[in-house]
């Protein structure tokens, strides 16, 4: 039986999924310029625009339908059954009038605004041994099952290894530096996704652990280069060039389009 979980609400709790809909692929972000006398030039800016999924759930009885709409609107983690590994971000904010097609029986169509992208509910972190506080380490994993289809996002975790040394991560050439002054007790993290490096927690035993959100603290300010230089490509294997670590671990956040 198909079905979809938001939210942690299962679909077959309450009813049925009438059907899944095709696989969706958003639009890329673009523009064209033209010139008289010149073929167009198309600026691809490596983006994607949110997509539109749709699903309608038929239940019986007054209290499921009320359930549905109460548990699969709103804002969160969209799971469906053809890829129960995968989550996507999405967002039901709409009014929706249920179609009754009896006085038991009632269809309810959810239109989902969802991100261009999923992501696999768990991985592996890729923890190598850091024997130098220099070096170089491959990415050896590239099968699109587990790395997706478009560049993954990576949260890197790490501690520095001196204060008065300068921090710096390269994937294929790019670097982005981080200012001198890090202690060397304290684990950061460096959020591609959203351009940030934070104070994020303390390392016990080879394990992170983090700490509570009012005591992160957000030192983006302490780095220069462009984040989206450590992307990881999808589907090819490649290498992070590392200064100044003692510790070094990586959630690669792999994104999958369809």
Not at 17 to 34: G, H, R
Request: glycine share 6%.
């Amino acid at each position: 039986m198909s079905y979809i979980l938001f939210n942690g609400h299962d679909s077959r709790q309450y009813g049925y999924v009438k059907f899944l809909p095709a696989p969706v692929i958003a639009a890329n972000d673009y523009t064209v310029a033209t010139a008289v006398g010149m073929p167009p030039i198309i600026y691809d800016y490596g983006s994607y625009s949110t997509k539109q999924i749709s699903f309608t759930i038929g239940t019986v009885g007054r209290q499921r339908a009320e359930e549905v709409l109460k548990h699969f609107t709103g804002h969160g983690d969209l799971i469906i059954s053809d890829h129960p590994e995968r989550k996507i971000t999405a967002w039901c904010m709409d009014g929706i009038t249920p179609d009754r097609k009896s006085n038991r029986f009632t269809e309810i169509t959810l239109n989902y605004t969802c991100y261009a992208y999923s992501e696999l509910l768990r991985e592996k972190q890729i923890k190598p041994t850091i024997s130098e506080s220099s070096g170089t380490i491959a990415i050896t994993e590239y099968d699109t099952a587990r790395v997706g289809d478009i560049p993954a996002t990576p949260m890197i975790y790490f501690v520095p290894a001196a204060t008065d040394a300068t921090t710096s991560f390269s994937v294929s050439g790019a670097v982005l530096y981080i200012n001198t002054g890090l202690a060397t007790d304290r684990v950061y993290c460096i959020d591609t996704r959203w351009s940030r490096l934070v104070l994020f927690g303390t390392l016990e035993n080879g394990v992170v652990k983090e700490l509570p959100d009012e005591e992160k603290v957000d030192l983006s300010c302490e780095t220069y280069g462009d984040f989206s230089s450590l992307y990881l490509p999808a589907g090819v294997k490649c290498e992070i060039t590392y200064e100044n670590l003692s510790f070094l671990s990586i959630k690669r956040c792999a994104r999958f389009l369809l």
